[in-house]
């Protein structure tokens, strides 16, 4: 069984920052590939960012040079560092793990609020 743990989300003003955290514990071996994923109110889940096994990553249209993925394998630990939050950028941020035998599992999701 994997389990995902979140942590960073918080309030920020327009222009802050925040780096989330995700947490593996699990089947460490199976995992394949990292994502962040996003939900607004009333609006659906939609992918921020991803990496895989290998280390290529790749963004929403939207986070593209605000946003980095990075990965600490010898924490079993992925990153979202977020700069430049506006406040479209506000919702439930979410953190999957792909399995190389096609499992999703999700985190419980952290809220970020980019507010002045």
């Known amino acids: 069984q994997v389990q995902l743990v979140e942590s960073g989300g918080g309030l920020v003003q327009p222009g802050g920052s925040l780096r989330l955290s995700c947490a593996a514990s699990g089947s460490i071996s199976r995992f394949n590939a990292w994502a962040w994923y996003r939900q607004a109110p009333g609006k659906q889940r939609e992918l921020v960012a991803a990496?895989?096994?290998?280390?290529?990553?790749n963004y929403a249209d939207s986070v593209k040079g605000r946003f980095t993925i990075f990965r600490d394998n010898a924490k079993n630990t992925v990153y979202l560092q977020m700069s430049s939050l506006k406040p479209e950028d506000t919702a439930v941020y979410y953190c999957?793990?792909?399995?190389?035998?096609?499992?999703?599992?999700w985190g419980q999701g952290t809220q970020v609020t980019v507010s002045s």
């Open positions: 990496i895989a096994t290998g280390g290529s990553t």
């Open positions: 999957k793990i792909a399995t190389i035998d096609g499992y999703n599992y």
